[in-house]
């Protein structure tokens, strides 16, 4: 079935590590996102890549890293840099242009202790 | 950037109940999408509407844009409807376009058997 497979779904750390959470899509999607979503709060826009090998940063990028270099990967990386790391971080995907609906994975919940 | 307000924060409801949610948005958009996040946090999109009216099932959504609010319909509730309902609103001034959603804070619905 098409489809965004997030991995880890659970995801505990120590402060000072970082971690990279897969996102992998089977949909034939150009553009790829992360978001951040703290309790009682909307998405808030971490990355975005629109074609292989490129990416923009979003609202809230520091202390967050990724890469594009397959269209169907865009894995983020989680550095020590970010403040308050613990979240649930949703990724997305969509075609491009303004028509394109955003369709979303299951998400990665991530606690740093 | 548009500020997006969802209204009312909170439902609860009796099974087999109607319900009309309210997004409001401060300014044109050319993009708006309604989503609902279940209770294990994947957020379905429901509707693409930048303006008229849809529906799919028991569902129905309806954009005004030129007063800037969309309603989401919800009839005859079940118990599987309950979790967040986000409005996301944008405006593209290029060919790409979801990567300028902004996100509302969501109402909660729940539904008692």
């Known amino acids: 079935d098409g489809g965004i497979t997030q991995s880890p779904k659970y995801l505990f750390r120590k402060e000072g590590q970082n971690v990279t959470l897969s996102c992998e899509q089977n949909?034939?999607?150009?553009?790829m996102y992360w978001y951040r979503q703290d309790p009682g709060q909307g998405l808030r826009l971490i990355y975005y890549?629109?074609?292989?090998?490129?990416?923009q940063k979003g609202d809230i990028a520091e202390g967050y890293s990724v890469s594009r270099e397959k269209k169907e990967s865009f894995p983020l990386t989680v550095t020590s840099a970010q403040k308050n790391p613990t979240a649930f971080y949703l990724c997305?995907?969509?075609?491009?242009?303004?028509?394109?609906?955003?369709?979303f994975g299951e998400g990665s919940r991530l606690t740093v202790l | 950037g548009i500020q997006v307000e969802q209204s009312p924060p909170d439902l609860i409801l009796q099974e087999g109940a109607n319900s009309t949610l309210r997004c409001n948005f401060s300014?044109?958009?050319?993009?708006l999408q309604w989503f609902h996040q279940n209770p294990w946090g994947q957020l379905i999109n429901l509707f693409y509407?930048?303006?008229g009216t849809k529906q799919n099932g028991r569902l129905s959504a309806t954009t005004v844009a030129t007063e800037r609010y969309s309603l989401l319909y919800i009839s005859s509730s079940q118990t599987t409807d309950s979790g967040v309902y986000f409005c996301?609103?944008?405006?593209?001034?290029?060919?790409?376009?979801?990567?300028?959603?902004?996100f509302g804070t969501g109402t909660r619905l729940t539904i008692i058997p």
């Open positions: 997305a995907s969509s075609f491009r242009g303004r028509t394109g609906e955003l369709f």
């Open positions: 949909l034939n999607h150009d553009a």
């Open positions: 890549s629109q074609i292989v090998n490129d990416f």
């Open positions: 300014d044109s958009v050319n993009n």
């Open positions: 509407i930048p303006s």
């Open positions: 996301a609103v944008g405006k593209s001034i290029s060919n790409f376009g979801n990567e300028k959603l902004t």
